[in-house]
C-alpha cells in the first residue's frame, strides 16, 4: 500500500527550487507531494504539520550546522529520512567533499543528491525513501492510520457508515479515534451523532499557525462513545475558507495525536477529497447495488487511480438501503461490472434508519448479532489490522 511521498525541501536558494520542481516533473515512478521551506521558523512549523517522509537539506559546508539542523528537524518530524543536496562548488577540494560526507553522515543524513539535480537520481532517492518508509511501516509505530469514506454520488450511505465505524473503533479504545467531517458544506456526522458542536473545522483553519496535536485535541468534540469529532463548518462562507492545504495539514497532525482518523467526504472529486487521498492509509468507496450507482462506481475507480490512489488503497463496500426484492444486482455481479473483489458486503436493517434520526449509530446501540453491526465490525477489525486481503465471506 503506498501513499505519495511527502517531501520538505528546505533552502534560502530559489535556484534550488526551481531545480527540483524540474526534477520532480521528470520523475514518473514516485508520487511526490512537496513542500518548500526557506528558514528555520518555515521548516520547522511545516516537519511539524506535515510530518514529511523525507527532508532535503540544501547543505553548507559546515557540519556543525547540518547537525543542529537535523537534531531540530528530528524532534518536529521523528520519523523522516534525511537527505542532504550537494553542491560542489562549495567546496575547495574532493578532500574537504568527502570529509564533509563523514561528518554529515554521523549528523544524521541518510542519502544524498548532487546538484544540479536530475529526475534519474532523484527518482533513486525517492525509492530509497519509499523502501525505507515500508521497513518502518513494518514495524510498530506511533502513526495513526487514516481512512477515508467515498461515494461518487450521494444518498447511498457513506456518512452512515463512516460514522458507525468510527463510534466501533471508539467503542474498543476511548480517546484514539477522530472521525473528520470533510463534507465541509453539508457535513451530517454531528447530526448522526446528535451534538451541536460550537467548535468546528473553521476554527482549526483560524488558528492554522499554531496548530499542534494538543490544539487539535482541544478543537473537536467529544462524543459519549469516546470518539472525537472535528465537525465541519456550520457556516457556507466558513466552509468555503477552509483550502486543500489546511486539511492535508489538519491530517498530518491529527495522524499523530490519534489510533485512527476517520474522515467523511463529500461525493466529488474535488480538492479536498484529493487532499484526504493523499494522506490515506485506505479510501473505502461505498456502492449501493443499483445499476446506475455501479456504473458511476465503475468510473470513479478509474478518476481514483488517475489522482493516484492506487487499487491496493482501495476498498469496495456494498451498502444495501433497502430490502431484497427481485432484479437487484448481486455482490457477485457487482464485482464483476467493477473488476473488483468486494471487501464487505452491508446488509439492510431498518434500525439503521431509526438511528440516522435518533442520532443513536448501531454500532452503539444494536446487539452484536445485528446484521448491520456485525459488518462495521468487520470494517473495523480491517482497518485495524491494517487492511488484510478481504476474505470470500464478504460475498456473501
Known sequence: MTR???????????????????????????????????????????????????????????????????????????????????????????????AFLVAATRAGLRDFLRRPLSSTELGACLRRSTDADRQVAARPSQAGRITVFISNKGGVGKTTLAVNVACELARRAPGTVLLVDAALQLGLCATMLDLEPTITMHDAVTQMERLDATLLRELTVAHDSGLHLLAAPTDAVDAAGVREEHLSRILAVARSAYDHVIVDTFPILDGIAIAAFDRADEVWQVVAPTVPAVLGAERFCGLLEGVGVEPSRQRICVNTQVPGHAGQLSPRDIADRLDRRIDVVVPFRRAVVAACNSGRPVALTAPRWNGFRRRITEIADRIEAGAAEPTERSLE
Do not use: K, M, Y
Open 4 to 98: 505519495p511521498t511527502t517531501i520538505l525541501l528546505v533552502s534560502e536558494d530559489p535556484d534550488l527550487r526551481a531545480e527540483w520542481q524540474a526534477a520532480e516533473a521528470g520523475t514518473t515512478e514516485v508520487r511526490v507531494l512537496a513542500h518548500f521551506a526557506d528558514s528555520r521558523r518555515d521548516a520547522l512549523r511545516l516537519a511539524r504539520s506535515q510530518q514529511p517522509d523525507a527532508v532535503c537539506l540544501g547543505t553548507s559546508p559546515d557540519p556543525v550546522a547540518i547537525e543542529t539542523w537535523v537534531a531540530e528537524l528530528q524532534e518536529a518530524a521523528p520519523n523522516a529520512r534525511f537527505v542532504g543536496i550537494l553542491d560542489r562548488r562549495l567546496f575547495a577540494s574532493g578532500d574537504a567533499e568527502a
